[in-house]
């Protein structure tokens, strides 16, 4: 979605958002759980997407995930627990290191300044990383999930008619994408797509990317509370 849109609203734009990054950040960053995999199966989560249904990754990325759910055996949870391992944690050379610092430093070190930066953001509207100190905050999920975080924001800012918190939320949505996700996830995700085993992980990593680019597409939401006037804006 580019350029200036009117079809749509804001509100739907932002739930959309909200859900998909929230999908995003835990399968990217929560080891496979046996119950949550087999609940996205059982709703038939990937038969449409609520955000950036248009965007060529997103359009790949459910028919890839929709072949996944239908092809599913007693195999597969143990399948996604190696292929997360290989990917993600190792032992061995990472292939899709997670973390957004290993990709702006030389010597591809964790905890540098994106990690500190992050960290600012979380802060800022009162979070904190469940692992502080122990694992880097730059974590791809937990990038997901804030992303995720701001669009809840912006959404209970509309159901109480707040102005301010609305533009607020809008605005660091606007600049962490800009400053972080945007800059680094779709290489990562080609990554995970080139190396995954599994059709899960490579079509959660096409739809990251689809997620990504209409994000990033977005520079702007904005809307008058209490009129029915918005428009979302591209770069």
């Known amino acids: 979605m580019t350029g200036t849109v009117m079809e749509a609203n804001a509100y739907q734009v932002l739930t959309g958002e909200m859900l998909t990054f929230a999908l995003l950040g835990k399968a990217f960053y929560v080891y496979p759980e046996q119950a949550w ?5 059982a709703e038939d989560i ?11 990754d997103t359009v790949a990325a459910l028919a890839l995930l929709q072949q996944w759910s239908r092809t599913t055996s007693e195999n597969t949870f143990d399948d996604l627990c190696s292929d997360y391992t290989r990917l993600f944690i190792g032992p061995g050379k990472l292939l899709a290191p997670p973390w957004e610092s290993v990709y702006f430093s ?8 994106a990690t500190l930066q992050v960290r600012d953001w979380y802060r800022r509207f009162g979070l904190e990383a469940e692992k502080l100190h122990r694992e880097p905050d730059d974590h791809i999920g937990l990038e ?7 669009a809840r924001r912006a959404l ?14 809008i605005e660091a949505r606007r600049q962490f994408v800009a400053e972080h996700p945007g800059r680094w ?4 995700c080609g990554q995970v797509e080139e ?6 992980y490579r079509g959660m990593a096409m739809l990251a990317r689809g997620a990504i680019a209409e994000a990033s597409s977005l520079s702007d939401i904005r809307m008058t509370i209490g009129r029915d006037e918005w428009l979302c804006s591209g770069e």
């Open 156 to 169: 209970l800012a509309l159901e109480h008619n707040d102005q301010a918190r609305y533009d607020e939320a």
């Open 106 to 113: 030389e010597d591809r070190l964790t905890f540098q300044e």
């Open 37 to 41: 995999i087999r609940s996205l199966i």
């Open 144 to 150: 997901f999930e804030f992303v995720a975080h701001l």
């Open 46 to 56: 990937f038969a449409q997407a609520p955000f950036a249904d248009t965007q060529p």
């Open 195 to 200: 190396h995954a085993r599994t059709n899960f």
């Open 185 to 188: 996830a779709a290489g990562w």
